[in-house]
Each structure stands twice: as C-alpha cells, then as structure tokens.
C-alpha cells in the first residue's frame, strides 16, 4: 500500500519570534490581571532598587563630602608617655610641622581647663560638655571650617576675652548670634563668631575657641598644642604621616598620636554596605512574594485555559511547547513587573536624592540584576503550572467546560 | 490545491454523489494519479489510500468503563464518512482515538499506516499538525485575535514564518467564502461564519483528514445547513471529512454512515443516498 510508505512529518521548531508571541497572547486577553500579578513582582523589585540606589546615593554623597574635605589633613595630638601620664606636645609643634617640606599648612589648638556656661549663675559643674580651646588665628583654613556667622578670631580679638562658638556648643549655650556674652573660665567673654559644622574635626564642634594669647592671659593656658592639624600635598600624605612624630617630639616620637579624619569619614562608608545588605533582604523577600503572586496567576491561566492548551495540542503542539508557551508567559509577566519595578525604584532613588540634594547614582548592574532576578522569579514560579499544563492529555484539555 | 476533479468520484455531474468508495474508485482509473497526496498513483485498480484504520480498537476508562469496544473502520482518501450516534454512545472517544488526541487501550490505531501507539508525543503532534485537522462544535476561536490570526495558528506548529501563515490563511478564509472577513474579531462574526473560519483553520494546513465533532450542534439549522455544504464542497474538492454527529437526517445527507450505540458500531451504510 502507498499509504504505508508514507513519511512521518518531522517536529517543527516554533520561531523564537512565535515562542513569544504565544507567550504574550494569554496576557493580551486578561490585562487587568496580568497588571496586578505583574505588580507584586514590581513592588519588591522597586524595594530592592531603592534601597540600593538611595545606599549608593547617600555613599556618593559620602564620597563626594570627602573628596571635597580632602584626605590629607592629618591631626597630630599628645599620646602617653613611656610612664603612663600624659604627654605634652612642645609649644612651637605646629610651627615645626610647618618646616616640613610638603607640608602645606599647619595651626594648632590647645585645650585649657576652663569651662563655659550661659551665665554666672549656673552651677560651674554644667559644662555642657562643651571644652574651652585656644586656638590659632589659621584654624578654619587648615580644617576646611566655615563660619556661619560673625567673624573668626584674628590678631586683634585674639589678645582680647572674645570667643567663637563651634555649631554644637553655641546650640547648648542658646547662642544663635554673635554679639552676646557667655560665662568663661570665671569672666565674660563676647561672643564674636559661629561656625558651622566641621565634618573633620568634629571635636571643634563641641568647642568655645578663644584667642591662643588670650588663652594665656586669662585662663591659665600652658601655650602647648593638644592638637595639631596639618595639611599637606596629596601625593606625600604617607610620607609626612611617617614624619610626624619624630618632627613634633624628636625625643619621643612614641608620645605622638597621629591621624587621619578623613578615615573615619571613609569607615562610614563601608559601614553603609551591611545596612544595605539587611533591607536587600527585605526587598527579596518582597520578590519572593510578588513571586508566589505569579505562580498563583498562572496556576488560575493553566485551569481557566485548558480548552486553549487543547486546541493547541490538536493543532500539534506537543507538550514541550505548551511547556514553553506557559514559562514564557510567567518570564514575561515577571519580566515586565521586573521593569516596571526597576523604573520605580528609580524614580523613588531620584526623588529622594534630590529631595535630600544629595547626588543621584543607580549602579546600572542593580537594574540589570533585579530584572534578570524577577525573570529568575517568573521562570521559578512558572514551572510547575507549565508542567501542570503540559501534561494534560488533549482530550482531558478539550473536555473540560 | 489539486484540481477538483483530480480524484474519483469528483466530477461535477455526480455531485452529490458518493465520491471515492471503496470498490468503486476502479471505474474512473484514469483520474486516479492525480490523487493528492498520493504520489506516483496506484495502477488504478487499487481502491485509494487508508487515511485511518482501526483494528479492534477499544477504550477503557480508568473505573471500568468501556467507551469504546472493539471497533474496526477505515476511511480512505477522497472519503465524506458520518459517523453516527447518539450522546455517550462513544463517538467522540471514537474521534479522539481518530484524531490521535487519545491512545486506545486495545487494538490499533493507524494513520497513513504508522501506529499510533508506537509514536511520541512529539511525533504524534506533528502528525496532528500536517495530517489531522479538526474542527469542534464550540469552534474554539481566540476572542482577541482576528479570523485571519485564528485561521493562521492552524499553521504555527509547522515551523513557517508569520507571513507565509498570513498570506495562507487569507487563501484559507476565501476558500470558506469568508474573504471579506478577515480582519474581523470572533465576535463580530455570526456563528455560521465562527464555524466557517474554525473549518478554515482546519483546512489551512492541507491535512490528510478533517475531523469535524458536531460542527453543527451550536448553530440554527440555516447556518448549520451552509456548514455542511462547505464540507460538501471541501470534500469534492480533494480533501477526506470525517464528521461525528448525532443528528441522524445530517447523517443520512452523507455518503457514508458508521452507526455507534453503547461503544460498538452497528452498522457501516456506503450505500450512497443518491443511488
């Protein structure tokens, strides 16, 4: 018989074009429900986005503050001596560090065991933990302080009982505005200066700063530094950090503490990364979620669409690409939500960076990965209802409803 | 397509006569090389190509229950067979054991002479998609596409590109006398012309049999009536229909009868009603 020399129809492929576009038809007739499920996908994933982007906002803003502090001041203040007390450092320390070579400036302050209060009248234990320092008149330059308002001390107000307030202290003290007087080390000193903040020598902040002559004059000053900041040339940081010591105490360099603030900036830094790593967890946990919406959807697809997986089976689908035509679907829905959700924590990083004016970065790998992540989501979650879809018989498909 | 009168039975005067019955394809010899899909003919004398043969086959349900029990039928090429019964009878068993949609438990099923239960399941989709097609009696269109992209997903597990299926489900539809429709959604179309484009998704692939399960049942007798003759028509321009209905004067308007009661078949009529 003819008939029984006849070849069987090979299997054909389904174009990658058409894998897709059978993929999509399921969600083409229900959009409401693919926007919802695709939705829980792209609330987790806009957390997850957000978190990293608003961490690597507020780290740029940190790397920025210290690119634009600097990294080479470095502070050097009065260790231990070999027997335990405390060391001093000579009076003309700063002047010496000044001598070395890329040095680009050196000042100093010292600390007096004066205290201040608002007034006399306040119990001379309430130090407000605010310290009396002498300071030189190049301070500001040195440290990148800024006054916010009067003006700082200099050669004539520095001989004289006046004082500029650092921000914390001058809040503690209920000084808003140079021009008052405060209680210091027992007599009345002018209020001539406030500063702002200063991010590398915070300890300034909690400081009334008086003139170093009139440190001496009035309250008991030694003239000894207890700190001395210096900046210098980028490149030799290192080096001069060697130097230090030996420079300001050549007989004992051991009694010299050395550092470098703007370490402490670049520990803050790292510190951020642990603080992501706990509310990325949370964002997965809201993928994890969005992903189980899918799978439900798609569980819902297979049950409602058995008729359609019939029609495709007697049209001669086999099972493999009711499989696909199932995965695909639950990739794309993920997939979009993915998007979607990328978008969002995007739009949500950039309106919180500018709202706090810090500067917008989004690393370009986070949204790749959180795409690529909710894909992963989709496929996981899609995999049994595919399954499930492939394997009802066509006449099992076709019998139903 | 092959010219319709490319095989037996076809020319116009004997409409509506009994094409391609078996024992009777020996007398119009002369048309019989031209038999679609039939390459080479058959030295005439031969009756044509088995499309589907069932040997003794049956269908038992897990539970017990026996559908279908011990059935032997053949439809050859050029063939329009009714088969006949009322509801639970087992004649949709029947159509899918036909239609390869379902495997039988007993006995043999055949299509083009290769066993069905010796296929996989890739093997055996594929000879739903080039040999088989079917057309349902709830039509089974996909509300959001147009009658074009139905008809064109008739082609899609064959592998061609999107335009080629287009362009040949246009062919399709305008063979069904549905040409003026094509951008037309399911529901914008009346039932007759949703079974019209359902049997030109059947058709568009050219397959060796159609098998068509109530085609009528969910249209008024007009629409059911213009139906049936698209599948008159069908089958005198070359193509084998196998339809499974339970409506008795429909299948008596047919050439070939296969009645079925309680999973047997009863009777196998060829006696054409024209005779």
Redesign the interface.
Known sequence: ??????K????????P??VL??GL?GL??RKLRAVLSALGIAIGVAAMVAVVGIGTSSQARLADQIAKLGTNLLTVAPGQSFAGTAAQLPSDADAMVERIGPVESATATGKTDATVRRNDRIEPGITGGIQVLASREDLLGTVGGKLRAGRFLDAATGNFPTVVLGDTAAKRLGVTEPGGQVWLGGQWFTVIGLLDPVPLADDLDVSALVGWEAAIKYLGFSGNPTTVYTRTAESAVEAVRDVLAPTVNPKNPNEVKVSRPSDALAAQLAAKDTFNALLLGLGAVALLVGGVGVANTMVIAVLERR??I????????????IRTQFLTEAVTLAGLGGIAGAALGGAATYAYATAKDWPFAIPIAALAGAVAASALVGAVAGLYPAGRAARL???EA?ATG | MTAPDAYPGAAGDRRPGPPAIPGQAAAPASTAPGFP????G?GGL?PP???ITLQGAGKTYPGGLTALDNADLTIREGELVAIVGPSGSGKSTLL?LM?T??RPSSGRVEV???DVAT?S????????????G?V?Q?F?L????SALDNVA??L???????SRRRERAAEALTRVGLGHRLDHKPHELSGGERQRTAIA?AVVSRPRIVLADEPTGALDSTSGAAVVQLLRDLNAQGTTIAVITHDRQLADSLPRRVRILDGRIQEDDMAGTAA
């Open positions: 018989m003819t008939a029984r020399s006849e069987l129809p090979t299997p054909a492929r389904l174009r074009r058409d576009a059978v038809s083409r007739g008729q359609e019939g029609l495709r089976r007697a049209l001669g689908a086999h099972r493999g690409q018989t066509p006449t076709l | 899909g039939v390459p080479g058959h031969e190509g088995e499309v899918n239609g949609l379902d083009l002479g290769h296929l399941d890739r093997r055996l989709s594929a000879v739903r998609a080039r040999w088989i079917f349902f709830q089974f996909s509300p959001h596409l997903t008739g899609l597990y064959h592998g061609i590109g999107h998704r």
